[in-house]
């Protein structure tokens, strides 16, 4: 279910209460509950419902509501990261005995026998560092 631009906005702006399950609203919030309820139940009943700011019952109804909403039916998006570099190369400790050991050959490192991951990728740290 998604909302309309306007009562997201609204939605943005009492959300921080409606998660708390707050019903201490103030009349500006009031209007902004009002806007997104009467939305979520014309959605998934055909009629849009009112709430009766008087009555803390109905405010709190309608806070449950639109709690439900948030939690179970809001479309979520995941935050995209622009312009990420992709990562190319092997990270260290990824790679396997075998890879190590062939890139200590390629670089004329002395190998010890039967030597370790550990070893192996502390033998080619040093050969970069000098």
């Given at each position: ?8 906005e609204?939605l943005?702006?009492?959300r921080?209460?409606v998660?708390r ?15 997104v ?6 959605q ?9 700011r008087?009555c803390?019952?109905c405010?709190?109804?309608a806070?449950?509501i ?7 039916h809001?479309e979520k998006h995941e935050?995209r990261?622009?312009n990420?570099p ?17 890139e200590?050959?390629?670089?004329g ?6 030597a370790?991951?550990?070893?192996l ?10």
């Open positions: 279910m998604k909302l309309s631009k306007e009562s997201n609204s943005e702006k009492i921080a209460k998660t399950k707050d019903i201490d609203f103030n009349t500006q919030e009031l209007l902004y509950l009002d806007e309820y009467a939305e979520i139940t014309k998934s009943t055909g009629k849009a419902q009112v709430i009766s008087g803390s019952s405010i709190n109804n806070v449950n639109v709690y439900n909403f948030v939690t179970y809001e935050p990261e622009k990420t992709k990562i190319t190369t092997i990270e260290v400790g990824t790679k396997t005995r075998n890879q190590l050991l062939k200590c050959k390629e670089q490192i002395k190998i010890p026998r039967n370790t991951v550990k070893q990728n502390e033998l080619l740290d040093e050969n970069r560092n000098n």
